[in-house]
């Protein structure tokens, strides 16, 4: 069997990643071939990577770190995923990193001899409008910004997600803002939840299709800089409850009292899951200051489950934790009887890029 053929794709926290991903996976299965998936991220207990499991796509994790300061790592995943023969192989990179091509896409190339794509960055068009100045909407941070900004510099292929959220014309806007403003790297507009354009960007990055990138001028005191403006919680929370509730009605309410008492504060990404087992999972996020979204159910009442929560956001760790823990006290409000126990904390910045190659 030929090797598999390898898709890294990066963007800022929030853009999606896991959502386009987990569409292409799908897509890919419709259509007779298999799909596995490498998730990274700086912590542990990653919702995305219970999300992978529960549609039985094989999954490998690279944690505590970005996937160049962890290639090591990063090589014995893409060994344990290659055992499942795929014919994709999915790589999320954490939404902080950059200089991909250089430290992670040429290394798997020219090391580990792997037929990796073009590289993909995957932006939420809404975030993309406040960015370009497209739309109002509370600025990033001046690190942030940069981060953002170099993300989209490097991209081969940039991918416009989420195109369901907005309207032809601010789709058309958009792309010819970001055409003009990267005019050596591709576009493809999907969006996960419709289905569409899949197929497009699949197309675009068959070898031959993309140019070779330019390489990218990376200030790495500046690039830590720029990940430190991130705040990161990763939470799991046993619940037991003294009778049963629906499980959309807890996901629910803990979103509601996530949003309030993150008020004020920049969310990059809020991701949190309510799982039963691992085919029962129920998943609620949100960004920015949008309100909060199920985003998968299932239909069972329970009287135990774990909570995992996984948020990022341009603000003190610290600020995230006493938000979490207000949270988690509203929602024992509304459910009498409601024990909650966590079994998994942590709440930290991202450690400063190392990267172990850059060619």
Not at 15 to 30: D, E, N, P, V
Not at 305 to 322: D, S, Y
Request: aromatic fraction near 4%.
């Amino acid at each position: 069997m030929s090797q598999p053929r390898y898709i890294l794709l990066g963007g800022f926290p929030g853009a999606g990643k896991t959502a386009a991903l987990l569409a292409l996976a799908r897509h890919l299965r419709k259509q007779g071939r298999t799909a596995a998936f490498i998730a990274n991220n700086h912590g542990a207990e990653l919702i995305d990577t219970a999300e992978f499991r529960l549609e039985a796509f094989p999954v490998e994790e690279v944690s505590g770190g970005d996937l160049a300061s962890r290639f090591s790592s990063l090589a014995a995943a893409v060994k344990k995923v290659a055992a499942s023969n795929p014919n994709v192989v999915l790589v999320e990179a954490v939404g902080t990193t950059l200089d991909l091509n250089a430290t992670v896409a040429g290394p798997l190339r020219r090391l580990e001899g792997l037929e990796v794509a073009p590289l993909s960055v995957l932006v939420d068009p809404v975030r993309a409008e406040q960015v370009l100045g497209l739309a109002p909407g509370k600025p990033l941070v001046p690190e942030l910004l940069a981060l953002y900004r170099q993300q989209l510099e490097e991209a081969q292929v940039i991918v416009i997600g989420q195109s369901d959220r907005l309207d032809d014309a601010r789709l058309d806007r958009l792309r010819q803002q970001l055409f003009t403003a990267h005019p050596s790297a591709k576009l493809v507009v999907i969006s996960a939840a419709q289905d569409r354009g899949l197929e497009d960007w699949l197309r675009l990055i068959k070898a031959g299709a993309v140019d070779r990138p330019v390489p990218l001028k990376v200030d790495l005191a500046a690039y830590a800089e720029s990940a430190a403006a991130v705040g990161c919680l990763n939470a799991v929370i046993e619940l037991t409850l003294s009778r049963e509730a629906s499980s959309t009605a807890l996901l629910e309410s803990i979103g509601r009292h996530l949003r309030h008492a993150l008020a004020g504060v920049d969310v990059l990404h809020l991701h949190a899951a309510l799982r039963l087992d691992d085919t029962r999972i129920g998943t609620i996020h949100f960004i920015g200051d949008g309100p909060p979204e199920v985003a998968r159910s299932f239909a069972e009442d329970l009287e135990f489950g774990e909570l995992m929560i996984n948020l990022r956001a341009a603000t003190h760790p610290e600020q995230l934790h006493t938000a979490v823990r207000a949270a988690i006290v509203g929602m024992a409000g509304e459910f009498p009887g409601l024990i909650t126990e966590f079994a998994h904390l942590h709440y930290f910045r991202p450690a400063p890029p190392q990267p172990v190659h850059r060619l």
